[in-house]
T-cell receptor, first 115, second 112 residues
Framework: KAGVTQTPRYLIKTRGQQVTLSCSPI?????VSWYQQTPGQGLQFLFE???????NKGNFPGRFSGRQFSNSRSEMNVSTLELGDSALYLC??????????????FGEGSRLTVL | SQQGEEDPQALSIQEGENATMNCSYK?????LQWYRQNSGRGLVHLIL?????REKHSGRLRVTLDTSKKSSSLLITASRAADTASYFC????????????FGQGTELSVKP
């Protein structure tokens, strides 16, 4: 079974630009969540999607947005990039157990550098 | 704010020794999970312990959970150089469906 695939793996942008990151979950997984990882703030939750609906959102500005498609693939977008957006962006997929968030399966991440 | 706080931030041991990492959290949880991350890579799930469980084992891993103290510990026995990585606890809190809150992590270095 293929794992979670994130593209691109590395990218460099300049301030003010926008970026779109893509995530393909494990087949059969309907929940996709996104996390930002930086040395200073650690792993921070961005948002989670299930069946094309955003179920939960972290404390990030509106420049950060996402969506999920009918095949469970997800994208996240960051507009008007700032230097502080430089980070490793991790996508994770999971089944949706009724008794709480279960095991997350992570992709290798997209490393964004903003110059 | 971070739900999980981990201790120590860094740990250096020799191969064959045991490594213990601790995690504290703030609110009621459904479950607590531990993940491992090799430098700059994605996270790998290690073990999940539910709020009604007190201890769980998986291979060389032993996890305990004390909900009265809102704390958990991860013990890695007979460590190997390949265990060198960062270890994170993550909580699935009530009323926060669909997301995990991660601690800052413990950086473990196992010297051969």
């Amino acid at each position: 079974k293929a794992g979670v695939t994130q593209t691109p793996r590395y990218l460099i942008k300049t301030r003010g630009q926008q970026v779109t990151l893509s995530c393909s979950p494990i087949s059969g997984h309907r929940s996709v969540s996104w996390y930002q990882q930086t040395p200073g703030q650690g792993l921070q939750f961005l948002f989670e999607y299930f069946s094309e609906t955003q179920r939960n959102k972290g404390n990030f500005p509106g420049r950060f947005s996402g969506r999920q498609f009918s095949n469970s693939r997800s994208e996240m977008n960051v507009s008007t990039l700032e230097l502080g957006d430089s980070a490793l962006y991790l996508c994770a997929s999971s089944l949706d157990p009724s008794d709480g968030t279960g095991e997350l399966f992570f992709g290798e991440g997209s490393r964004l550098t903003v110059l | 704010s971070q739900q999980g706080e981990e201790d120590p931030q860094a740990l250096s041991i020799q191969e064959g020794e045991n490594a213990t990492m601790n995690c504290s959290y703030k609110t009621s949880i459904n479950n607590l999970q531990w993940y491992r991350q090799n430098s700059g890579r994605g996270l790998v799930h290690l073990i999940l312990i539910r709020s009604n469980e007190r201890e769980k084992h998986s291979g060389r891993l032993r996890v305990t959970l004390d909900t009265s103290k809102k704390s958990s510990s991860l013990l890695i026995t007979a460590s190997r150089a390949a265990d060198t990585a960062s270890y994170f606890c993550a909580t699935d809190a009530y009323n926060q469906g669909g997301k995990l809150i991660f601690g800052q992590g413990t950086e473990l270095s196992v010297k051969p």
